[in-house]
């Protein structure tokens, strides 16, 4: 086991906040890790890495179950509240015990983690690749995630129960939304210089680290470990921060911050970022026509206007240069048609039919956490864990999301509901995100962070503030 330097920096800021620093402070610390997504704070014997995020988590959790931390009753709050998230997590650490011995060489799955030193006949061979089922390490190290995933949860449920939680959670992610922002536009201009040297210094972790040009136009992948993952964490962002900008929390700094990940967003070239963006903003359109109030206008208005002001800014540009046209064109057909038939597309396809066929072949038990390769959540979920988890994940998702609760769709002058309203939103474009590029059932310290979140500042707010922490019944699941 190797502590990286970014391990040693987590090491003194996380000693120094666990000593002197607040819950808040801590969270903030955890916010900022959530950035290198392509990192490794420490490198295992094994050729594993443990990124940053979980390495904060550690800190953060110690903060808040050390003697004399004052959170012991906050943090049992915390796990109640995120009760169907623990179900789904107990399941899959039994199942990841249990499934592959219980189905042991009845399947034959393409494996989580590639294998090395493997041989093909063909490039068909290598795209399918498959083994038969057994135990393996990914059983563990999945396992290892989710209690991960469980945490985040947790420890954001306290620290957004905090006096400042609210505050923290909003300006951390404006600055990690800028600093994102601002570490695609480099790894675009930066290629082929000592940026990229740079940035690849934060590209430290034991993942495929890829870099992309397609038609000659270079894609956006920061110091994550490849564009789509960098999307992916910059969508579910920006609707947190568009959101909060549509509640008017901070307007000045979430709508600026906003803005630039919207921008960074379209000129990503990500498929992921124009499924998110189009799914994001197609739902603000349904809510604004179906729900009195949910859009205001001046909101209206400013994005009337940004809407023009992109189709005036394109229309010149293409005036300029109109060689684009045909790079764009060529650009869009491979990433929205030629995709589909495309090596990658035939491959993910694969991998997602396999949830469904493990889902089949167990009669809804499930194989475990870690035992194939998916490339959709939603497939993974129902493979891995089968019934009792896919429901568990879902009671949870709805009781953070409120889909009855006024609050949700329509701005509030609470600004603890405002907030929590920005994570329901996040929260379900998390879920979207991973829907489309998740390899595991973990969903991820994204969702878990704003599921905690939201649950939190609902809970906080003076309205409901005689409601119990966790209610399991059918309404209080849905209201």
Not at 19 to 45: K, Q
Not at 79 to 86: D, I, K, Q, T, Y
Request: glycine share 10%; net charge positive.
């Amino acid at each position: 086991m190797q502590l990286t330097i970014i391990g040693a920096i987590q090491v003194l800021f996380g000693l120094v906040l666990l000593l002197a620093g607040s819950v808040e402070a801590m969270f903030a610390f955890l916010l900022v890790t959530t950035l290198f997504s392509g990192s490794a704070a420490i490198v295992l014997a094994s050729g594993s890495s443990i990124p940053p995020i979980d390495f904060a988590l550690l800190f953060m959790a110690m903060r808040l179950v050390v003697p004399g931390s004052g959170q012991m009753r906050a943090t049992v709050h915390a796990v109640e509240a995120n009760g169907w998230l623990l179900v789904f997590v107990v399941y899959g650490l039994v199942m990841a015990f249990a499934g592959p011995r219980l189905f042991a060489g009845q399947f034959a799955f393409a494996p989580l983690r590639a294998e090395t030193g493997a041989t093909y006949t063909s490039r068909l061979s290598f795209l399918l690749a498959t083994r038969s089922f057994e135990p393996s390490p990914q059983n563990m190290t999945s396992s290892i995630y989710l209690v991960g995933t469980l945490v985040a949860a947790t420890v954001a449920h306290v620290a957004c129960k905090a006096p400042a939680g609210r505050m923290t959670l909003v300006r951390t992610m404006v600055l990690v939304g800028i600093v994102h922002c601002l570490f695609g536009v480099l790894s675009v201009v930066g290629r082929g210089t000592a940026i990229n040297d740079v940035l690849g210094f934060f590209r430290n972790g034991s993942y495929a680290q890829l870099t992309q040009d397609v038609e000659g136009i270079s894609r956006m992948s920061g110091i994550s470990t490849e564009p789509s993952t960098y999307a992916a964490f910059g969508v579910i962002w920006f609707v947190f921060l568009a959101e909060c900008w549509l509640r008017r929390v901070n307007p000045w700094l979430t709508g600026t911050a906003a803005a630039c990940l919207g921008a960074a967003l379209l000129a990503s070239t990500a498929t992921t970022a124009y499924v998110g963006l189009a799914a994001w903003f197609g739902l603000v359109g349904l809510r604004s026509l179906f729900v009195p109030g949910a859009m205001p206008a001046d909101r209206a208005l400013w994005l009337a206007v940004l809407g023009l002001g992109a189709v005036v800014a394109g229309s010149l540009v293409l005036l300029w240069q109109p060689q684009l046209v045909d790079r764009i064109m060529l650009f869009s057909q491979h990433i929205l048609v030629d995709k589909l038939s495309s090596e990658s597309g035939i491959q993910r396809r694969f991998w997602a039919l396999q949830g469904y066929h493990a889902f089949i072949g167990t009669y809804g038990i499930g194989v475990g956490p870690g035992s194939f390769r998916s490339s959709s959540l939603f497939t993974a979920v129902i493979g891995c864990v089968g019934a009792v988890g896919a429901l568990a994940l879902l009671a949870h998702a709805l009781i953070a999301f409120k889909p009855l609760r006024w609050s949700t769709y329509v701005p509030a002058s609470d600004p603890d509901l405002a907030v929590a309203g920005a994570c329901a939103w996040a929260m379900l474009m998390a879920l979207v995100v991973a829907g489309i590029n998740a390899p595991s059932c973990d969903p991820g310290s994204d969702f878990a962070l704003l599921s905690g979140a939201a649950l939190a500042l609902r809970g906080r707010s003076a309205r409901h503030a005689a409601r119990p922490v966790l209610d399991l019944s059918p309404v209080a699941v849905l209201a």
